[in-house]
């Protein structure tokens, strides 16, 4: 049975309400599970924001092994956001691509742009990035970017994917930027430097100063909001209804992110369960009765030091809300 046509979808909030609650907010974090709304909600949001938005589809693989050269388009945004609207507006049509690949965002940079967006590439990576030509000894040869002495197509995929989501948001055309799980591809260590990145306002406006919004859907724990929690948002999906839920907490927020870690404390290695007991002797006994009757089992008792509600409190800050 096919499912609710996209006209018939209710969002709560509105998205109009939601967009402009958060059209101050530097910084949007959608997650949640597999159809929960998460790419969908961009997808609206890029609707009704317009031209100035553009979002980033996860279709963004590319290879460039040369550039070519040329002048932006001045008509090319009215033509990106027809086909966009055109096709949204198709029910069996999934907008996933990205129009803007790699070549299409380097040649359109200015020079100092593109050495900014090398620079930032480089801090985030560690690698270094420059435009060389083919051949040295001609101006009209064809140029390529250099990664540490070999050109960037023979390089990590992973690296391309987040010279292109930085590249789009060098774009000064654009005060909007909506980003569907840009921890495709990245390690975890670049995923927690872009997210750092993204949430220090201050060195963004530095380097973004057009770039008034930047929101991001996501299955990844290490790219959720951690400067502002309420950032965050859960996407649910229940039939033709998609809630937007805020988090509030601490205790959301740790909820939302062992969510997204599998909800398993042992898929992380972590204990299955913590005993907490008040002193050295409790300490023996149970964990010697734990081992023997429970050898399979990763369970860890812990001394309270006489002071059990003490020590509960302070693994309940560590962990989040241990009564569910």
């Not at 020079?111 to 985030?124: H, Q």
């Not at 930027?177 to 840009?182: F, K, R, S, T, Y």
């Not at 201050?202 to 502002?228: N, Q, W």
């Not at 939302?256 to 972590?270: D, I, K, P, V, Y």
Request: with cysteine.
């Amino acid at each position: 049975m096919p499912g609710p046509r996209k006209q018939e979808l209710e969002f709560t909030p509105s998205l109009q309400l939601f967009a402009q609650a958060r059209s101050n907010a530097s910084l949007t974090v959608l997650s949640g599970g597999n159809n929960s709304g998460k790419s969908l909600t961009l997808k609206w949001l890029k609707s009704t924001l317009g031209r100035a938005a553009y979002m980033i589809g996860t279709n963004r693989f590319y290879h460039v092994y040369h550039f070519s050269t040329g002048l932006r388009d001045p008509n090319e945004l009215d033509s990106f956001e027809s086909t966009f609207q055109s096709q949204f507006a198709q029910d069996d049509y999934n907008h996933e691509q990205n129009t803007f690949d790699l070549n299409r965002i380097i040649i359109g940079l200015s020079d100092k742009r593109r050495a900014d967006l090398f620079a930032l590439c480089s801090d985030l990576i560690g690698n270094s990035f420059s435009m060389k030509k083919v051949d040295d000894d001609n101006d009209l040869s064809p140029r390529y970017i250099d990664m540490d002495g070999q050109n960037l197509a023979v390089g990590s995929t992973g690296t391309r994917l987040l010279m292109t989501i930085l590249g789009i948001c060098m774009d000064d055309r654009f005060s909007t930027v909506l980003i569907d799980e840009p921890e495709l591809g990245l390690s975890p260590r670049v995923q927690q430097a872009l997210v750092a990145f993204f949430d220090d306002v201050a060195v963004r406006k530095r380097i973004f100063p057009h770039l008034e919004r930047i929101y991001i859907a996501t299955h990844s724990h290490l790219l959720l909001s951690r400067s502002d929690i309420t950032s965050n948002y859960i996407t649910l999906k229940e039939g033709k209804r998609i809630t937007l839920q805020r988090v509030q907490t601490i205790s959301d927020f740790h909820r939302l992110q062992f969510n997204l870690l599998g909800n398993s404390l042992e898929s992380m290695f972590f204990p299955s369960a913590i005993i907490v007991v008040e002193g050295k002797t409790d300490y023996s006994y149970i964990d010697r009765l734990i081992e023997l009757l429970l050898p399979s089992r990763r369970v860890t008792v812990v001394q309270s030091g006489g002071d059990v509600k003490r020590k509960v409190h302070s693994l309940r800050e560590t962990l989040g809300d241990l009564e569910r």
